[in-house]
């Protein structure tokens, strides 16, 4: 069976460090990948999405990055955090053919 | 661009009362429809989804969903509604094609009075 795998569950991080959120998907290949963040009151909001190694969607200009550096591997980045950056960040998987996102259990990240 | 819209955003009731949630899409092509849920303290799953066929859905729990395509529809329903009800529900949305974004409502926090 699938498994979505999304870490660390929490983070504290200062103004300014940098970010690497990590997401692998398991017991699938060529999967569609996504990034999202969950804000109280804004539902989910797109980040980023990948249909393939190396090929990464951007929705929202911000400061952060996205990469697939695997087929079944997605990482969130960002060089240097804004207090802004704070939230709770998703990743999801969702099959080449007209299915539905399945979700990992996501990051709450608090930039102090 | 696709966009949902859920216009409820909180909605309170008593335990054993008719459920009905709104969600209204943009696009105008052919869609995929969803709704999930997240319980308190859990991650997302998914509660129902249309692809295409029947445009009344039923889903887990008792819950069931309308497509619209004339109001560009996906009501959720549910005849009555139990305490463990309590969570927070969003509609989204992909077109119908083997490659492509969803996108996901506001998010309706339902909350049951037991």
């Known amino acids: 069976s699938q498994t979505i795998h999304q870490w660390p569950a929490t983070l504290v991080q200062p103004v300014g460090s940098p970010l690497s959120l990590e997401c692998t998907v398991e017991?699938?290949?060529?999967?569609?990948l996504y990034w999202y963040r969950q804000a109280a009151g804004r539902g989910l909001q797109l980040l980023f999405y990948s249909v393939g190694i190396g090929q990464i969607s951007s929705e929202v200009p911000q400061n952060l990055s996205a990469s697939r550096p695997q087929d079944r591997q997605f990482i969130l980045s960002s060089k240097k955090l804004l207090l802004s950056d704070s939230g709770f960040y998703l990743c999801?998987?969702?099959?080449?053919?007209?299915?539905?996102?399945?979700f990992g259990q996501g990051t709450r990240l608090t930039v102090v | 661009a696709q966009s949902v819209s859920q216009h409820n955003h909180h909605v309170i009731l008593s335990e054993a009362a008719s459920l009905e949630l709104g969600c209204n899409y943009s696009y105008g092509g052919t869609v995929n429809l969803f709704w999930y849920v997240q319980y308190p303290g859990q991650h997302l799953q998914l509660l129902l989804k249309y692809f295409s066929g029947d445009p009344l859905v039923k889903g887990i729990k008792g819950f069931e969903a309308e497509f619209i395509k004339s109001k560009f529809s996906f009501n959720l329903r549910k005849p009555s509604v139990q305490w463990s009800d309590t969570a927070e529900y969003f509609c989204?949305?992909?077109?119908?094609?083997?490659?492509?974004?969803?996108?996901f409502g506001s998010g309706t926090r339902l909350s049951i009075r037991p």
């Open positions: 999801a998987w969702g099959g080449q053919q007209n299915t539905e996102a399945f």
């Open positions: 017991g699938t290949s060529n999967p569609n």
């Open positions: 989204a949305v992909n077109k119908y094609s083997s490659a492509s974004k969803i996108i």
